[in-house]
């Protein structure tokens, strides 16, 4: 039957709301898009039309105040947000778990903290992008600073007594760059440090002392597993000691002595291993070659310090390979050598008898091998005045020297044998910016050293050895 006129006439228009707020929407109720709509204000529920943390109250918007809801529907909470009346077992538990995308999640704050530790991440960003090009040597062995760059980080994850020392090594170097106002090293830009000296020294110490007991608690069991691991960390505590500088006036890098030269303070070793045995600090990387294969020390991760072995024969003298200036050193080493030859024959100072000659005999041994590292750096000059270079190439390197020092040699520099004091001052020499570019980390060793030596000896016959090593350090001191 058709409608009647007047029930047509009872229809009135209706306006669908499409802007209307969201708690009217979530109850599926008109909205009559007030700012607020009427239907929140009767209720007491929150309306999006409004600004957050603002109330209503009989149609007044000002500050967050309880309200009270009224008569009536609805019965259910709408105040609270959709997820809040999920169940437990639905409700995520953290942003991970949260199936909603990305680019559809509510910017919520969260209560939940991401703890930063800003001053390791600015030692590591330090690390890699200089740092590590500075004993990588990017130049002439591209896979060594890789190697640096990379291998020796992820090293590190796993073996953190391993990043312990590398931190410490790279905050000695802040320390030496803030001290000196190097803010650009070869082709690197360097940020300004963000600490001051004391700072950075202070990280390095914090960080060595770390490093130190991790290493000796793993060199207690080494194994296949750890060796890679314990070889770098030998040769990063090699850095760091040389870059934490002359712990006194007694301290002569290979041992410690006291003032007076009678050696009651101690050999200045580190105590490593669990085993009562006392070695320096560069025995730790001479350990790991003797106990282990090479093809077992570098493998994986460790294959690139491997490349090089054994080293590349010399072509020519180092010093016309990289391009500095030569020294003369032939008359006097050989002339030194004639010296402590003749010391241990006669049994040097009265009363010193076997002693003497057994010690000369070992600064005998130390300065043969000290000759071979002059001879391949400066090579020799013969009869004819040619110089070359005929001996083991592994005498190219400076630090090698320092490796294959034996612990008697140590013992004698710290009784101050004067033979074996020379030996030493003549091998600081060669700690010098031609012959380690690199190395930030020798600074003020040779300076110490030799000056040390000198007052050892006083005004004694061997005094005069001294002379020559004291003029090769006054170029670098007038710059």
């Known amino acids: 039957m058709a409608a009647s006129s007047s029930t047509r006439k009872s229809i009135q228009p209706h306006r669908k709301s499409r802007t209307g707020c969201s708690s009217c929407k979530r ?48 019965r259910k909470n709408w105040a609270d947000p959709p997820h809040s009346q999920s169940t437990p077992s639905t409700t995520p538990t953290s942003p991970l778990d949260d199936p909603t995308p990305l680019n559809q999640r509510a910017c919520v704050p969260t209560t939940t903290t991401i703890d930063l530790n800003i001053t390791q991440a600015e030692l590591l960003l330090h690390f890699t992008t200089t740092t590590a090009l500075s004993i990588g040597g990017c130049d002439e ?7 640096w760059t990379r291998n020796a980080l992820h090293i590190g994850l796993a073996h953190p007594f391993v990043l312990h020392l590398l931190l410490a090594d790279t905050a000695f170097h802040l320390a030496y760059l803030t001290a000196t106002h190097h803010h650009e090293q070869e082709d ?9 000296h004391s ?22 069991r080494p194994g296949e597993g750890n060796c890679g691991a314990l070889y770098l960390g030998a040769v990063l505590l090699c850095f760091c000691t040389f870059a934490d500088g002359p712990r ?12 007076d030269g009678d ?21 730790g990387v001479r350990l790991m070659h003797q106990t282990f ?10 294959e690139p310090l491997g490349r090089d072995l054994p080293p590349s024969p010399l072509d020519t003298p180092v010093y016309v390979r990289d391009g500095f200036p030569r020294v003369e050193w ?3 080493l050989d002339g030194l050598r004639e010296f402590v030859v003749a010391r241990a024959q006669e049994g040097g100072a009265p009363n010193e008898g076997e002693l003497s000659r057994t010690t000369a005999a070992v600064a005998v041994h130390a300065l043969d091998n000290l000759i071979g590292i002059y001879a391949a750096i400066y090579g020799r000059r013969g009869p004819d005045g040619e110089i070359r270079d005929d001996g083991p190439p592994h005498n190219q390197f400076v630090f090698g020297w320092l490796y294959r020092v034996e612990p008697e040699f140590a013992a004698c520099v710290r009784r101050c044998d004067p033979s074996a004091l020379l030996v030493l001052a003549h091998y600081a020499v060669l700690l010098n910016r031609q012959t380690t570019p690199s190395g930030w980390f020798l600074k003020g060793w040779k300076e110490h050293i030799i000056a040390r030596v000198g007052v050892l000896l006083g005004e004694s016959e061997t005094s005069k050895w001294m002379r020559w090593p004291m003029e090769q350090i006054a170029p670098e001191e007038k710059e």
Request: net charge negative; glycine share 14%; aromatic share 6%.
């Open 27 to 74: 109850r599926k109720v008109k909205c009559d898009e007030e700012k607020p709509c009427s239907n929140c204000i009767r209720f007491g529920l929150p309306c999006n039309l409004v600004p957050e943390n603002a109330h209503f109250e009989h149609g007044i918007v000002g500050p967050a105040a309880p309200t009270r809801r009224g008569r009536g529907r609805p």
């Open 141 to 147: 062995h591209p896979h060594h600073l890789a190697f």
């Open 188 to 196: 690197v830009l360097l940020l300004p440090p963000r600490r001051s």
């Open 199 to 220: 700072e950075y020294l202070a990280l390095a110490q914090q960080h060595l002392t770390e490093g130190v007991s991790g290493f000796a608690a793993e060199l207690a």
């Open 248 to 259: 006194g006036d007694g301290d002569l890098l290979v041992c410690s002595v006291d003032g």
């Open 263 to 283: 050696g009651d303070e101690g050999c200045g070793l580190e105590e490593v291993g669990g085993g009562g045995v006392s070695m320096p600090f560069v025995y």
């Open 293 to 302: 294969r090479p093809e077992v020390l570098f493998a994986g991760l460790m």
């Open 330 to 332: 032939e008359e006097q």
